[in-house]
């Protein structure tokens, strides 16, 4: 069975502070990846994806992730962080076979201080 | 073109009652999935339907059901209501190609049991 696991479950950092966000999955076949974000009051909307190709996939607002396949591994980047990136991220799998059955982490809880 | 539509948006039930909710996906879009959002949990996987058809579940016990109708529009239920089901009731529209499995979110739907 699918699962996914978030390193951090509240990170909390300065404007400017580079951020790193762990994701780690479990699943052995092949995969598509995302990342997922919900601002306050918000609905969950895509950050980024990982579908195939280059391992290095950049998204909305500055964000980047990479998958590593040998550590099952697809860890959320930003260099610089900013006040309104205040938010949960969640990180999913979604395996491509059978449907599309999407499993999420626990969520990350970012609180950005101005 | 519209968002997903999730009703009601908030409601209010007893034990031992029963709820039904409501999704609208992206118009073309014919695949839902259904999560349950609660602190701490993250989204846990409820059900996922395509054409009418549920093609993946969840972990969850049989008072949780769901169905999808002819024009892809889906309703969850959940009988004999316990303090615990309290949540925040989502449904996501599935891309089905493009993006495969990409995932578009409603509001929710956010349910409180006295």
């Known amino acids: 069975a699918q699962s996914v696991s978030q390193h951090n479950h509240h990170v909390i950092l300065s404007e400017a502070a580079s951020l790193e966000l762990g994701c780690n999955y479990s699943y052995g076949g092949t995969v598509n990846l995302f990342w997922y974000v919900q601002y306050p009051g918000q609905h969950l909307q895509l950050l980024l994806k990982y579908f195939s190709g280059d391992p290095l996939v950049k998204g909305i607002k500055g964000f980047e992730a990479e998958f590593i396949k040998s550590k099952f591994s697809f860890n959320l980047r930003k260099p610089s962080v900013q006040w309104s990136d205040t938010a949960e991220y969640f990180c999913?799998?979604?395996?491509?076979?059978?449907?599309?059955?999407?499993?999420f982490g626990a969520g990350t809880r970012l609180f950005v201080k101005a | 073109k519209a968002g997903v539509t999730q009703t009601p948006r908030y409601l209010i039930k007893t034990r031992g009652q029963q709820v039904t909710l409501s999704c609208s996906p992206i118009s073309g879009h014919r695949s839902v999935s259904w999560y349950q959002q609660t602190p701490g949990q993250g989204l846990q996987f409820l059900f996922e339907?395509?054409?009418?058809?549920?093609?993946n579940k969840g972990n969850f016990p049989g008072r949780f059901s769901g169905r999808q109708f002819s024009n892809s529009r889906s309703e969850m239920n959940v009988s004999t209501l316990e303090l615990g089901d309290s949540a925040l009731y989502l449904c996501?529209?599935?891309?089905?190609?493009?993006?495969?499995?990409?995932?578009?979110f409603g509001e929710g739907s956010r349910l409180t049991v006295l």
């Open positions: 999913a799998v979604n395996a491509r076979t059978g449907g599309f059955k999407t499993i």
């Open positions: 339907y395509f054409s009418e058809t549920q093609r």
């Open positions: 996501a529209s599935i891309r089905t190609s493009g993006s495969p499995g990409e995932l578009f």
